[in-house]
C-alpha cells in the first residue's frame, strides 16, 4: 500500500467505528504556550482531555501533521542518521473523550492492523507492551484478543522514578496521565535487535508502530493519582513507520513518500543518489520547513522562526557537503507539493510563498558563511596554540549561524583542532537558559476549570440578564464574595465579550439590589465566561440573579477598530500580495495592532493605497453581514481565519463590503462600515524577520490625531516664519542655509587640524629611533582626528601616533603605525589597551585603529601608553 492509502484507510476505518473526522491542526499550537510546534495528534484536543473544552462528537480521528525540532521534543540531530528520525512527520490517531476506554481502544487497534480488509499484517509478527501493574489491559490482549503471553511485555518503571516508564504516559509533571500499551512489528531474526524490554531493544528488528494512551488519572502536585471521572483515549501511529513495514522496508527513507524527494533533492544539488545521509538530511528538511513556513513561521532569530532558520542551514550545509553550488533548497519544494499536496491543499496554496522564502534565506546565509569565515579567519590569526576556543566555536555558531561542522572542516585543514569539551559547555548553557525560558512546567490543575457553558448574548447588545453559576477568588472556588474583594465570576448568560481573536476583553459592571461588581477584564475557560474584578459593595453569592451592563463606548471604539482590521486585512493581500498572512493582532478601543508576513518595508505609495481603499470601503457604508455555518462551508465561501483563533465545529463568518472582506470570526463589529468613521495609519515597521506591524487609530481617534498632526503643522510653520502654504519652500530654505553652514564647519575644522598638525609634529619623541606622539585634541570628532593622523604620518616618517579627545562626554581614540612598522608595531594592538583604559573598546588596521570609550577622567593615562607600547615592541 501507498502513503496516501495507509492514511485513507485509516481514517475511513474509523469513520466506520463511529469517528468524526477533524482536519489537521496547524503547526504553531494554537493557545498552548508550553509547545514550540505542535508535535502530537492529540495536541489540537488538549482541552478535551483537561475538561475545558466539549466538542460535538466524542469520538475523532485525524491524521496530524508533525515538527519535533525545538524546544523538549528535538530530534534534530538525529535525522539522516537514523532510519526513523524526522523532523516533520504524521501521526495516524483515534481519540476518545470519556467515551470507549481500553477494551474498544484495543481491539480497534487490532482489527486495523491484522484484519484483510485493512492492512492484514500477520498476527504473529506483533508483539505487545503494557504496564506493569495494568493488568486489565494485559487481560484484555490475551485473553479476549488471543496474544499469547510470550509476545507479552510487562514494562515496569525504567526510567528511574515512580510512574516513569516507556509504557505510562504524562501530560506534564501534573494534570491527565495514565498507561499506555504499544504494538511492536517483528521484521525478522535476520534484522539485529531484541524485543521491547530486553538489553537489545535498541536494535531494528522490533519495531513500535502503535500506541495506545489510556488517561485514567490525573496527578497533582504532590505526586498523587486520582482517578478520572470519564477516562478517555489517546492514540498513535506514526505513517512514515507503517509504511515502511507495509512497503517491507527497514528505513522510513526507502518509502513512497520518500523516494521522489530524495532524487529531487539529487537533481537540485547535482548528486548522484546513492543513500547518503546529507540527501536524507536534505529529503526530511524540504518537508518541515515547507510545511512551517505554510502555516506562517518565518526564518528569523528567535522563537519558532530561529529552530525554521537552523534547519533551512542545516540542509544547505547538507547539500554544500554534496556539491551544490548556489541556491538549490527551494527547487524541491514542486517535488514535495506534488507528493502530499493533494492532503494537505495549504502546500499548493502556498508554493509560491514557500519557495521564495526559502531562496531569500538560502541567499541571506552565503552571506553568513562568507562573514564567518572572515572572523573565524580574524580568531585564527590571534590564536595562540593548535585549539581553537570553545566559546569562539560557539560564537560563530550561535551568533552567524556558522555550521560547527564547517569550522572543523576548516580546523582539520590548518592541523587545527576545536575545543569540544568548551562548546559542550556552552552549548548546555545556552540549553539551561532555554529551558528556564520555557512553559513546560505548567501546572495543569492550576488552571481555572469551569463546568457548563455561558451563552454570549453580546451581539444584541450590551445589556443583559443572568445567574451567578460560580465564583473564584485567588483561584480557588467559593461561595461568596464579600464587598472589596477581587475576584472571578461566572454566568450562565453575558453580554459581556471575553478576550479572544485579539479583541480584548470588555469592561462594564454587574449589579443587583445592594450590590455592583465592576468587571475590568472578561477571559475564557473553556465555554465559560469569567469576568474579572472586584465587588464595589454587597455580596455576591452563587446562584444570584444579576443585571449585566458592558461599558458601551468602550465597547463601540473597539467595534471600530476591529472592523477596520479586517478591512485592512484584505487591502494589504489586494496591495502586497496573496502571500500576506496574519502574524498576530490587537484591538482595543483605542487603536488597532495588526502584524502580517512581508519581506520589506511598505512603500509610502503602498501605504497611501492601503488608506485609500480602506476609507473607500468605509465610505460605502455598506452592511457588515454575519452568518453561523459549519466550518467546511465557511472555508467553501473563501472565509480565511484569524491568527491565533480557536474554532469549534459552527463558526461565525464576517463579510464586509459585499465580499471584499470575508473571514471567521467572533468579535464584535459595526453594523456597517460606514460606521468605522475615518481610518488613518499612525506607523508601519518590522517587528521580525519577514513580519511588518501596522497600527492605526479610527473613528474620533483618527479624527484627533489628524487634529494634533495639524496643530503641528501650524507650530512648525510658526518655528520658521512661513504658513501651512509656504513650509515646504521654508524648510528648504532652512535645511540648504544649515548644510552650507556644516560645509563651513567642516573647511574651518580641516584648517584648524592643519594648523595643529604643523605644531604637534615639533612635539614628538623619538623613541628607538621611531617618532612617537601622544596628544590630546578635545572637541573634535573622529573623523578630524583620523585624518590628523593621516597627516601627521606623512610630515613624521617613520612613526607611531596616539590621538585622543573628550567630546560630549565620550572619549574618542584614533592610533597610525607607518607601514614600515606594521610588522613590529600594530595599530589594532595599541588601540585595545588604549580603549580598554578609558573603558571602552577598539581596534582596527595594522595601519590605523579607531575606538573609544566613556572614562574622560582617564583620557591622559591612556595617551600614556604609547610611549611603553613602543619601547616593549621593538
Not at 555558531?397 to 562548546?423: H, K, Q, W
Not at 556552552?426 to 455561558?454: H, I, P
Request: glycine share 10%; hydrophobic share 40%; proline share 3%.
Amino acid at each position: 500500500m501507498k502513503s496516501a492509502e495507509i492514511r485513507e484507510a485509516f481514517l475511513r476505518f474509523f469513520e466506520e467505528k463511529g469517528h468524526t473526522r477533524v482536519a489537521s491542526s496547524s503547526l504553531i499550537p494554537g493557545n498552548d504556550p508550553t509547545l514550540l510546534f505542535t508535535n502530537a495528534g492529540m495536541n489540537q484536543f488538549k482541552d478535551c482531555f483537561l475538561g475545558l473544552e466539549k466538542r460535538a462528537y466524542t469520538r475523532a480521528v485525524s491524521s496530524q501533521k508533525c515538527v519535533r525540532a525545538g524546544g523538549k521534543h528535538n530530534d534534530l540531530e538525529n535525522v539522516g542518521y537514523t532510519a526513523r528520525h524526522h523532523t516533520f512527520f504524521e501521526m495516524l490517531g483515534n481519540f476518545s473523550f470519556g467515551d470507549y476506554f481500553k477494551r474498544d481502544a484495543i481491539t480497534y487497534a487490532w482489527e486495523f492492523l491484522t484484519s484483510e480488509k485493512w492492512l492484514g499484517l500477520p498476527k504473529d509478527k506483533l508483539w505487545v507492551t503494557v504496564y506493569a501493574s495494568d493488568d486489565e489491559a494485559y487481560d484484555i490482549w490475551t485473553k479476549e484478543v488471543g496474544v499469547p503471553a510470550e509476545r507479552m511485555v510487562r514494562i515496569g518503571d525504567n526510567k528511574g522514578a515512580p510512574y516513569a516508564s516507556d509504557n505510562f504516559w504524562a501530560m506534564g509533571d501534573t494534570g491527565p496521565c495514565g498507561p499506555c500499551t504499544e504494538i511492536f512489528y517483528d521484521h525478522g531474526p535476520d534484522i539485529w535487535g531484541g524485543p521491547p524490554g530486553s538489553p537489545e531493544e535498541d536494535g531494528d528488528r522490533y519495531i513500535e508502530i502503535w500506541n495506545n494512551v489510556f488517561m485514567q488519572f490525573n496527578r497533582t502536585a504532590d505526586g498523587v493519582m486520582h482517578p478520572l471521572p470519564a477516562p478517555s483515549v489517546d492514540t498513535g501511529m506514526g505513517l512514515e513507520r507503517i509504511s515502511a513495514v507495509l512497503q517491507h522496508v527497514h528505513s522510513n527513507y526507502e518509502i513512497d513518500l520518500f523516494q521522489n524527494l530524495l532524487k529531487a533533492a539529487a537533481d537540485a544539488i547535482g548528486c548522484a543518489e546513492e543513500g547518503q545521509p546529507s540527501l536524507k538530511v536534505v529529503a526530511d528538511h524540504i518537508r518541515s520547513c515547507s510545511f512551517l513556513i505554510a502555516d506562517g513561521v518565518l526564518p528569523s532569530n528567535e522563537g519558532r522562526g530561529y529552530v525554521l532558520r537552523r534547519i533551512i542551514r542545516r540542509a544547505c550545509r547538507h547539500g554544500n557537503k554534496l556539491g551544490a553550488k548556489g541556491s538549490f533548497f527551494h527547487k524541491i519544494v514542486a517535488a514535495l507539493v506534488a507528493e502530499m499536496g493533494e492532503a494537505f491543499p495549504e502546500l499548493k496554496q502556498q508554493q509560491a510563498h514557500i519557495e521564495r522564502v526559502l531562496k531569500t534565506e538560502e541567499e541571506q546565509f552565503a552571506k553568513t558563511l562568507e562573514l564567518g569565515l572572515k572572523i573565524l579567519e580574524q580568531d585564527l590569526a590571534e590564536l595562540s596554540g593548535s585549539v581553537i576556543p570553545g566559546n569562539v566555536v560557539f560564537k560563530l555558531y550561535d551568533t552567524y549561524g556558522f555550521p560547527v561542522d564547517l569550522t572543523n572542516d576548516i580546523a582539520r585543514e590548518r592541523d587545527l583542532t576545536l575545543d569540544e569539551e568548551g562548546f559542550e559547555r556552552e552549548m548546555e548553557a545556552q540549553r539551561e537558559r532555554a529551558r528556564a525560558a520555557s512553559a513546560f512546567g505548567m501546572d495543569y490543575n492550576a488552571l481555572v476549570k469551569v463546568e457548563g457553558e455561558t451563552v454570549f448574548t453580546g451581539y444584541q447588545g450590551t445589556q443583559g440578564s443572568g445567574k451567578v453559576v460560580a465564583l473564584f477568588r485567588d483561584g480557588v472556588v467559593v461561595e461568596r464574595l464579600k464587598e472589596g474583594e477581587q475576584g472571578v465570576v461566572v454566568l450562565d448568560r453575558t453580554p459581556f465579550y471575553a478576550e479572544s481573536g485579539g479583541q480584548v476583553g470588555d469592561c462594564g459592571y454587574l449589579s443587583a439590589n445592594g450590590l455592583r461588581f465592576d468587571v475590568r477584564d472578561t477571559t475564557k475557560a473553556g465555554n465559560a465566561f469569567l469576568h474579572h474584578g472586584v465587588l464595589d459593595c454587597g455580596v455576591l453569592e452563587v446562584g444570584a440573579s444579576i443585571e449585566a451592563t458592558v461599558d458601551a463606548s468602550v465597547r463601540q471604539a473597539t467595534a471600530l477598530n476591529h472592523s477596520a482590521t479586517h478591512l485592512l486585512h484584505a487591502a494589504l493581500r489586494q496591495v502586497l500580495g496573496e502571500h500576506v498572512q496574519q502574524k498576530g493582532s490587537l484591538v482595543d478601543s483605542q487603536r488597532l495592532r495588526f502584524d502580517f508576513s512581508h519581506f520589506e518595508a511598505i512603500k509610502p505609495e503602498q501605504l497611501k493605497a492601503l488608506e485609500d481603499i480602506v476609507n473607500a470601503e468605509i465610505r460605502k457604508n455598506s452592511e457588515v453581514e454575519t452568518e453561523e455555518t459549519d466550518i467546511d462551508t465557511a472555508k467553501a465561501k473563501g472565509a480565511m481565519a484569524l491568527f491565533g483563533e480557536k474554532y469549534g465545529d459552527q463558526v461565525r463568518v464576517l463579510t464586509m463590503g459585499g465580499g471584499f472582506s470575508v473571514e471567521l470570526c467572533g468579535g464584535t463589529h459595526v453594523s456597517r462600515t460606514g460606521d468605522i468613521g475615518l481610518f488613518k495609519i499612525t506607523s508601519e515597521g518590522g517587528v521580525a524577520a519577514g513580519v511588518r506591524r501596522i497600527e492605526a487609530v479610527t473613528g474620533a481617534a483618527a479624527l484627533a490625531y489628524l487634529n494634533n498632526a495639524e496643530e503641528q503643522l501650524k507650530e512648525a510653520a510658526a518655528l520658521v516664519k512661513g504658513s501651512r502654504e509656504n513650509l515646504l519652500d521654508k524648510l528648504v530654505g532652512v535645511l540648504e542655509r544649515n548644510r552650507q553652514l556644516e560645509k563651513e564647519l567642516e573647511q574651518l575644522k580641516a584648517k584648524a587640524a592643519s594648523a595643529a598638525g604643523d605644531d604637534l609634529a615639533g612635539s614628538a619623541i623619538e623613541v628607538k629611533g621611531v617618532k612617537v606622539l601622544a596628544a590630546r585634541l578635545d572637541g573634535l570628532d573622529g573623523d578630524a582626528l583620523l585624518a590628523l593622523v593621516d597627516q601627521l604620518k606623512n610630515k613624521l616618517g617613520r612613526a607611531v601616533i596616539l590621538l585622543g579627545g573628550a567630546l560630549e562626554g565620550k572619549v574618542t581614540l584614533v592610533a597610525g603605525v607607518t607601514q614600515d612598522l606594521t610588522g613590529q608595531l600594530k595599530a589594532g594592538d595599541l588601540m585595545k589597551q588604549a580603549a580598554a583604559a578609558v573603558g571602552g573598546k577598539g581596534g582596527g588596521r595594522p595601519e590605523m585603529a579607531r575606538g573609544g570609550g566613556s572614562d574622560a577622567a582617564a583620557l591622559d593615562q591612556a595617551l600614556a601608553l604609547a610611549v611603553p607600547f613602543v619601547d616593549q615592541g621593538l
